[in-house]
């Protein structure tokens, strides 16, 4: 992945946490460790986050970075995970990702996979931390 499309990758990312006009802090965790594993510090997250603020690009824009169909498919599901780091998949944020999938031009029935898989990942950690708990 090159710059370009790591940018707009984490771009991508911002603007769906930003769907329910907030960035709660798992978001921001998840956000900080993508950024670490694709190479962008601190201050660039930042310029990223006032640029997706600041709508100085629009997500037409953010997306066209993104055009291998594995990388679209991988960010919808870095957008899912990020959407449930607070335990909470919002209207806004659902709405922002059939938004996205439409841009990508990615079918439903994906996004629809991705959700169904993200539930059970959710479930099964629940599960783990009960019986950790005992």
Request: net charge negative; aromatic share 6%.
């Amino acid at each position: 992945m090159n710059e370009k499309e790591r940018v707009s990758y984490v771009k991508a990312l911002v603007y769906i946490a930003l769907a329910d006009n907030t960035i709660e802090e798992g978001e921001q965790k998840h956000l900080n460790q993508i950024c670490t594993l694709y190479g962008l510090n601190d201050s660039e997250l930042l310029e990223i986050q006032d640029c997706v603020v600041n709508k100085k690009e629009s997500l037409e824009k953010i997306l066209s970075g993104i055009t291998n169909r594995q990388m679209k498919l991988n960010l919808l599901f870095d957008l899912l995970a990020l959407c449930y780091a607070d335990n909470n998949y919002s209207i806004l944020e659902r709405q922002g990702m059939e938004k996205i999938c439409t841009m990508l031009k990615v079918e439903d029935s994906k996004l629809a996979q991705m959700e169904q898989l993200m539930e059970e990942q959710v479930e099964f950690q629940k599960k783990v931390n009960q019986v950790l708990e005992r």
